[in-house]
């Protein structure tokens, strides 16, 4: 069992940065792939960036590539998004997921998932 906090999201200016942050608890955070998502309202849960647990290798959607990173430090059993050149259109609820098979980009095969925070970006 995994439970995952993400902090971190708030009002930025098209252009800012923020970094988001998912503390999660347990043990074997180290063993987890671990995964951003985001939600925009009438929207499908999208993915973002995901990071695998055997050899750190980095997915991003092609929307965010070049703009933002995603990293995990083991030891603080925290995974990170720091989010670069922000645009209104990254506007959404970004949520944080966990699993110790998948690293896909199809949300419904994530077992674990935050509860979100959210990300507006003002133009």
């Known amino acids: 069992q995994v439970q995952l906090v993400e902090t971190g999201g708030g009002l930025v200016q098209a252009g800012g940065s923020l970094r988001l942050s998912c503390a999660a608890s347990?043990?074997?955070?180290?063993?987890?792939?671990m995964g951003w998502f985001r939600q925009a309202p009438g929207k499908e849960r999208e993915f973002v960036a995901a990071?695998?647990?055997?050899?750190?290798?980095?997915y991003a959607a092609d929307s965010v590539k070049g703009r933002f990173t995603i990293s995990r430090d083991n030891a603080k059993n925290t995974v990170y998004l720091q989010m670069n050149n922000l645009k209104p259109e990254d506007t959404s609820v970004y949520y944080c997921?966990?699993?110790?098979?998948?690293?896909?980009?199809?949300?419904?095969?994530?077992?674990?998932w935050g509860q979100g925070t959210q990300v507006t970006v003002s133009s």
């Open positions: 997921a966990a699993d110790r098979r998948t690293y896909s980009d199809y949300p419904g095969s994530w077992a674990y």
């Open positions: 347990g043990r074997t955070f180290s063993s987890y792939n």
């Open positions: 990071i695998r647990w055997s050899d750190s290798i980095i």
